[in-house]
């Protein structure tokens, strides 16, 4: 059997800050992904204290997308460099910016991670994803351990957002057969 090679998928990034896409990361970032295509509205991060003691009072949920598909096979590649742009950007040794990169496909939204769990899979660099959420009869659907922000309506249209800039990328790079 010949492989066939991955559809391409969108690859985004889920930022929590408090203060907004610092110039100097977004330079970091678009130096590894390419030109920031896509800024989704802010919105208060309130779904959890997780990162409270670690970046403060005020966070908010942002979503970020570039103007190129990717081969899905590069997630582990873009968190080991989003995690790198975060310690850069961690003099005190607590995060000022939380960068969360995954991947849109027509199908599904995948999460990158470091942590393992009974549902995550190994996708190379001591990392896992997880499909967090799917779509399907014209919405997504959540699993079990889908976060609560990306459970919620307000990220959900922003996510539908991104996947039509996904479909609209996709139509204008397929070449006819």
């Known amino acids: 059997m010949i492989p066939k090679p991955y559809d391409k998928a969108l690859l985004f990034m889920g930022v929590l800050s408090t203060e907004g896409l610092p110039e100097d990361v977004r330079e970091a970032i678009e130096k590894h992904f390419g030109p920031i295509a896509f800024t989704s509205r802010s919105i208060p991060f ?18 970020i997308a570039f103007d190129a598909l990717v081969s899905p ?16 950007h961690s003099p005190s ?3 000022s910016i939380n960068l969360d990169p995954g991947l849109i496909t027509e199908s599904n939204v995948i999460l990158a991670t470091t942590k393992n769990r009974a549902h995550r899979i190994a996708i190379g660099q001591s990392l896992y994803a997880e499909v967090t959420l799917i779509y399907h009869r014209q919405g997504f659907e959540a699993f079990p351990w889908t976060y609560a922000d990306y459970r919620s309506e307000e990220v959900q249209k922003i996510l539908y957002e991104l996947r039509r800039y996904y479909l609209s990328l996709r139509k204008v790079t397929k070449t006819p057969r």
């Open 46 to 63: 309130s779904f959890t204290d997780y990162y409270d003691a670690e970046m403060g009072d005020g966070i908010e949920r942002f979503f």
């Open 73 to 88: 096979d590069t997630l582990s590649d873009a968190k080991t460099i989003t995690d790198q742009i975060e310690l850069m």
């Open 93 to 95: 040794g607590q995060r």
